[in-house]
């Protein structure tokens, strides 16, 4: 199973973005589909997450309203719109997927894509 993700880049404050993520391989059932992301001198925090019936959960009033997270369940496809951004939210994105392969489910990773957000 690969996560590939894409939609990273360099914007403007205030500008939008969004970052898309694909499952692809051995894939029975994807369960839980979520955003990571990793800022400059911090930890590794979640942003956001979304079940297979479309249930969100969404970090912390910093990011809901600004991020909305989606799912296209018949292309294991995770996104997260990006809108209103500041200098803040840059860092490295993480998608991450619960994928079951009809006997059991493990947690895959994407690689990571940048957002950097400056003027």
């Known amino acids: 199973v690969q996560l590939v993700e894409s939609g990273g880049g360099l914007v403007q404050p205030g500008g939008s973005l969004r970052l898309s993520c694909a499952a692809s391989g051995s894939i029975f059932s994807i369960y839980v589909m979520g955003w990571y992301r990793h800022r400059p001198g911090k930890q590794r925090e979640v942003v956001a997450s979304i079940a297979s019936g479309g249930d969100t959960r969404y970090a912390d009033s910093s990011v809901k309203g600004r991020f909305t997270i989606s799912r296209d369940n018949a292309k294991n496809t995770v996104y997260l719109q990006i809108n209103n951004l500041k200098s803040e939210d840059t860092a490295v994105y993480y998608c991450?997927?619960?994928?079951?392969?009809?006997?059991?489910?493990?947690?895959?990773w994407g690689q990571g894509t940048q957002v950097t957000v400056s003027s």
């Open positions: 991450y997927a619960d994928i079951g392969d009809g006997s059991a489910t493990y947690q895959y």
